[in-house]
């Protein structure tokens, strides 16, 4: 038996939150979800609301939030790029001013929080696969810059209020993701790759198709994210969170059109400006520190994600 808490997570409508969200109801816990819906449908938590531990509230994280937790997953703000750069100043403000309010307010209530960092502090890399120690290749003004560059100030703030202030942080960086839940139009390539697929389109491969990432399934991701919250409290990161697999995007287009029987044909695009060439992790750290490593092969995670969309897009919701 543990303890029962009562845990914020910003951005917890979204499709990381809402995995989340429903993790920790799971484990009893009282789970306060803050969301303004920028990048996420109330769908993804609406399943929760007849809980009578869980509470939804709508509310733009740039803004002060006085709320009494003992825990806070800071995930709030948009992942994909197609949304980060819609209103890049917001996606700033977010990052930034969102980390301030919520770092303000853990402070005050002396609780642990944990920072949903990314690969992209990490920027197009020169060394390869990623470690920790890696300061980074990032255009501070290219298009990527208000997501990347957020993140890093992000980064930044936490390191600075727990050497100031001894607040307790976590702070994890989140390698490419991909499951049930993830906005059908967000853009990311899994998504699109699979309703692609299953629409019979063609498949939209941008540049051609060497760029290499490395896909975690989100039940793997979420069982990183709370082991290293429950992580002695000298263990501050930073620290990657992902699946050291890396395919190219030609062969995930490949294995998706394989996967789903689609009669769907390739089609090149131009490659969007900074898109980085290569993305893996080095996960020695989270082995070492938290016994964690990835479970879910990538044709299992696919074939969970194809069966969601699939339900989605017959239920006329994609
Ligand atoms: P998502 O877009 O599905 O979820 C983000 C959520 O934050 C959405 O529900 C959105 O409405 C909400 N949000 C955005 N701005 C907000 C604001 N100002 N106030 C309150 N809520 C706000 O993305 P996701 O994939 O679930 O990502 C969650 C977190 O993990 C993000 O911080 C993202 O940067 C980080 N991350 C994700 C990945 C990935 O592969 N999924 C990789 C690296 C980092
Ligand atoms: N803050 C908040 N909720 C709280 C406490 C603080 O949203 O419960 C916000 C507060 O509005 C402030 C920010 O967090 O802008 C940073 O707080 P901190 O105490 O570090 O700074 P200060 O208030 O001294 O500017
Ligand atoms: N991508 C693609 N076709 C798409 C969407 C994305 O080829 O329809 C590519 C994109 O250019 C990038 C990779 O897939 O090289 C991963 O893109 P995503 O937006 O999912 O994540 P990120 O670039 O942030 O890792």
Not at 101 to 117: D, E, H, P, V
Not at 118 to 138: A, F, K, L
Request: glycine content about 8%; proline content about 6%; aromatic content about 10%.
């Amino acid at each position: 038996m543990h303890l029962r808490k009562r845990i914020l997570v910003t951005g917890g409508s979204g499709f990381l939150g809402s995995h989340l969200c429903e993790r920790l109801l799971n484990e009893g816990h009282e789970v306060l979800c803050v969301d303004n819906f920028f990048s996420s449908a109330r769908a993804n938590v609406e399943e929760f609301l007849d809980n009578r531990r869980f509470e939804l509230i709508r509310h733009d994280v740039t803004f002060p939030l006085f709320v009494e937790v003992d825990e806070i997953y800071n995930l709030a703000c948009p992942a994909s790029p197609i949304h980060y750069q819609h209103d890049p100043v917001q996606t700033i403000k977010t990052c930034v001013h969102g980390a301030i309010n919520m770092l303000g307010l853990a402070k005050r209530l002396k609780a642990r929080i944990y920072q949903a960092s990314t690969s992209e502090v990490y920027g197009d890399p020169e060394i390869h696969p990623q470690t920790e120690d890696y300061w980074g290749h990032v255009n501070p003004n290219g298009i990527r810059s208000c997501y990347d560059e957020g993140k890093r100030c992000a980064e930044a703030l936490f390191f600075s209020y727990w050497r100031q202030g001894g607040l307790p942080i976590k702070v994890g960086r989140i390698f490419n993701t991909y499951g049930p839940k993830m906005h059908p139009n967000d853009g990311r390539v899994v998504s699109n790759f699979i309703i692609q697929a299953l629409k019979g389109e063609p498949i939209t491969i941008y540049g051609d198709g060497s760029q290499t990432r490395s896909f975690c399934y989100v039940d793997d991701l979420i069982e990183c994210m709370v082991r290293f919250m429950a992580s002695p409290v000298d263990f501050i990161g930073p620290m990657n969170m992902g699946n050291p697999g890396e395919f190219t995007i030609r062969e995930l287009a490949e294995k998706v059109v394989e996967m789903t029987g689609s009669k769907s044909v390739i089609s090149y695009e131009p490659l969007p400006g900074d898109d980085p060439k290569q993305r893996k992790p080095d996960i020695t750290l989270a082995r070492e520190k938290l016994g964690w490593e990835p479970q879910v092969k990538l044709e299992d995670g696919l074939k969970k994600t194809i069966t969601y969309f699939d339900e989605m897009l017959k239920q006329g919701m994609a």
